[in-house]
């Protein structure tokens, strides 16, 4: 096994699902500007989630509707093509 290929900097981080509220704490060695407090009073760093498994419909059993329409509009406005 090759050596110091895994990061080292893990921590308790806070990561929250933006489609529900739905949050959890977990380690991770991503790197994150915000914080928030958690249950226990600590204030911990917070990564926002587009989507996990309190929302996935595979996890839920449900079809539910995600913001697909914004996301196809920015994927317009990227790619579209520049006309002069």
């Known amino acids: 096994m090759k050596k110091d ?3 080292t900097g893990y921590r ?3 990561f929250k699902d933006m489609s529900n ?7 991770s060695s991503a ?3 915000e914080t928030t407090k958690w249950e226990d ?7 926002k989630l587009e989507i ?8 839920t059993g449900k ?3 995600v913001d697909t329409a914004g996301r196809i509009d920015k994927f317009k406005k990227r790619y579209e093509k520049k006309t002069k």
């Not at 009073?41 to 990564?47: V, W």
């Open 5 to 7: 290929i895994h990061p």
């Open 12 to 14: 308790f981080v806070i």
């Open 21 to 27: 509220g739905t949050s959890f704490l977990s380690r």
């Open 31 to 33: 790197p994150s500007r």
């Open 41 to 47: 009073g600590k204030e911990y760093p917070l990564i």
């Open 52 to 59: 996990s498994n309190t929302s996935h419909p595979f996890f």
């Open 63 to 65: 079809n539910v509707l």
